[in-house]
T-cell receptor
Framework: GAVVSQHPSRVICKSGTSVKIECRSL??????MFWYRQFPKKSLMLMAT?????????EQGVEKDKFLINHASLTLSTLTVTSAHPEDSSFYIC????????????FGPGTRLLVL | SQQGEEDPQALSIQEGENATMNCSYK?????LQWYRQNSGRGLVHLILIRSNEREKHSGRLRVTLDTSKKSSSLLITASRAADTASYFCATDVAGANSKLTFGKGITLSVRP
């Protein structure tokens, strides 16, 4: 149980385009979803927290207009990287938690974004 | 600096040996969790230890927590080549609405 999927697993796009990444909880309802970014051989940096039906809470330094998050249902959250630039290239990972104060987060397999 | 800081940063051992990884943190926590990540993949939750617990076991894993020293250790006994991965500790900081703060990670290599 507690499976989280991400789509796509890998995406290459041209600079200036927008890319949407989906995060789905497959066998549980995720009240809270988290989006992380990970640089090579580095730790995960939390970008934002989203609760179903409300606006996402962004971490300091993360541009909300650049990284649009929509948590439209209890099983789906999307991250859209708008007007992507090469510096946005990274590994993006989502996680989902079944409770508002969920303890264990279940992670998706990640999405590798390369912006040319 | 990061809330969780693991040491060592890299560990190489022989199959069958035990691997011990340490994590230190700075602020009060609700719980501390250990995750594993294979190269280029997502994270797998290993074990969670609450702030009022001192030790927890799960299969070949043993986690300890010392809140007075703000530190935790993860012990993997009888290591296998398949244990080769990066290991992260993550703290659920008190009052932070379940946000996890990850350490930099430890790269464990288990030689067959």
């Amino acid at each position: 149980g507690a499976v989280v999927s991400q789509h796509p697993s890998r995406v290459i796009c041209k600079s200036g385009t927008s890319v949407k990444i989906e995060c789905r909880s497959l066998d549980f309802q995720a009240t809270t979803m988290f989006w992380y970014r990970q640089f090579p051989k580095k730790s995960l940096m939390l970008m934002a927290t989203s609760n179903e039906g409300s606006k996402a809470t962004y971490e300091q330094g993360v541009e909300k207009d650049k990284f649009l998050i929509n948590h439209a249902s209890l099983t789906l959250s999307t991250l859209t990287v708008t007007s992507a630039h090469p510096e946005d290239s990274s590994f993006y990972i989502c996680s989902a938690s079944p409770g508002l104060w969920g303890e264990t987060q279940y992670f998706g397999p990640g999405t590798r974004l390369l912006v040319l | 600096s990061q809330q969780g800081e693991e040491d060592p940063q890299a560990l190489s051992i022989q199959e069958g040996e035990n691997a011990t990884m340490n994590c230190s943190y700075k602020t009060s926590i609700n719980n501390l969790q250990w995750y594993r990540q294979n190269s280029g993949r997502g994270l797998v939750h290993l074990i969670l230890i609450r702030s009022n617990e001192r030790e927890k076991h799960s299969g070949r894993l043993r986690v300890t927590l010392d809140t007075s020293k703000k530190s935790s250790s993860l012990l993997i006994t009888a290591s296998r080549a398949a244990d080769t991965a990066s290991y992260f500790c993550a703290t659920d900081v008190a009052g932070a609405n379940s946000k996890l703060t990850f350490g930099k990670g430890i790269t464990l290599s288990v030689r067959p």
